[in-house]
T-cell receptor, first 115, second 112 residues
Framework: DTEVTQTPKHLVMGMTNKKSLKCEQH?????MYWYKQKAKKPPELMFV???????INESVPSRFSPECPNSSLLNLHLHALQPEDSALYLC??????????????FGEGSRLTVL | DAKTTQPPSMDCAEGRAANLPCNHS???????VYWYRQIHSQGPQYIIH???NNETNEMASLIITEDRKSSTLILPHATLRDTAVYYC?????????????FGAGTRLTVKP
C-alpha cells in the first residue's frame, strides 16, 4: 500500500465554520506534511510532523491547527478562515529510516473553498 | 531566495525526448537534486533524485553536470500523459531532514 488518502476531496465552508481535513497513510512513514497550493502556483510548505511531533511550522496563521494523533494520521483543523485561504491542501508522507530515499508520497489533495 | 532556476514552460513533440533543465549554481556538497512532477489536479509525484552520478529509472534519466551546478531531467519518449509541471528541488538528503520546498517549476506541454 503506497497510498496517502485525503478526505474530504472537496470542502466548502463559511468563515465562521469549524472543519477538519484528514490524511492517512499505512506505509509506516514517520514524517507527514501539509502543503497549501493556490492555482498555478507551486505547493507551499505549511507544517511537518516527525515522529508525531511538530518539526516545521512555516509561520502559518493560527486559524490552521495541525494535529498528528498517531503515526498514520494527520489532521488539519480549520477555524475562522478567510476567502483567500481557498486552495488545494496537499498531504504527504516520507519514510525517515536510514535506507529511505527522502521521497515524498502525496495524496490527491483536498480542495477547500471558503465563502 | 530560490535554490533552483527552471524555465517557466517548454513544449515537446510526442515520441521525442523531453529535456528539462535546472540550474542550481549554489548547491552544496551534501545536497541532492530531486525531481517531482504534478499532473493537473493531482498530487505531486516523485520521479528521480541524484547526488553527482547520472541516474536512470523506469520513468526518466537525470544528468548532473560535473560541477553539479546544473542538471537535466530526460523523459526519453514523451507521451501526452507526461504533460505536467516539473519541479527541481535541491535538499540535504539526511534521513532526519524534513525540509522539502518547491520552486516555480517548468510547465511541460507534450504536443501530438
Amino acid at each position: 500500500d503506497t497510498e496517502v488518502t485525503q478526505t474530504p476531496k472537496h470542502l466548502v465552508m463559511g468563515m465562521t465554520n469549524k472543519k477538519s481535513l484528514k490524511c492517512e497513510q499505512h506505509m509506516g512513514h514517520r514524517a507527514m506534511y501539509w502543503y497549501k497550493q493556490k492555482a498555478k502556483k507551486p505547493p507551499e510548505l505549511m507544517f511537518v510532523y516527525s515522529y508525531e511531533k511538530l518539526s516545521i511550522n512555516e509561520s502559518v496563521p493560527s486559524r490552521f491547527s495541525p494535529e498528528c494523533p498517531n503515526s498514520s494520521l494527520l489532521n488539519l483543523h480549520l477555524h475562522a478562515l478567510q476567502p483567500e485561504d481557498s486552495a488545494l491542501y496537499l498531504c504527504a508522507s516520507r519514510g525517515v529510516g536510514l535506507k529511505n530515499t527522502g521521497e515524498l508520497f502525496f495524496g490527491e489533495g483536498s480542495r477547500l473553498t471558503v465563502l | 531566495d530560490a535554490k533552483t532556476t527552471q524555465p517557466p514552460s517548454m513544449d515537446c513533440a510526442e515520441g521525442r525526448a523531453a529535456n528539462l533543465p535546472c540550474n542550481h549554481s549554489t548547491i552544496s556538497g551534501n545536497e541532492y537534486v530531486y525531481w517531482y512532477r504534478q499532473i493537473h489536479s493531482q498530487g505531486p509525484q516523485y520521479i528521480i533524485h541524484g547526488l553527482k552520478n547520472n541516474e536512470t529509472n523506469e520513468m526518466a534519466s537525470l544528468i548532473i553536470t560535473e560541477d553539479r551546478k546544473s542538471s537535466t531531467l530526460i523523459l526519453p519518449h514523451a507521451t501526452l500523459r507526461d504533460t505536467a509541471v516539473y519541479y527541481c528541488i535541491v535538499r540535504v538528503a539526511l534521513y532526519n531532514n524534513n525540509d522539502m520546498r518547491f520552486g516555480a517549476g517548468t510547465r511541460l506541454t507534450v504536443k501530438p
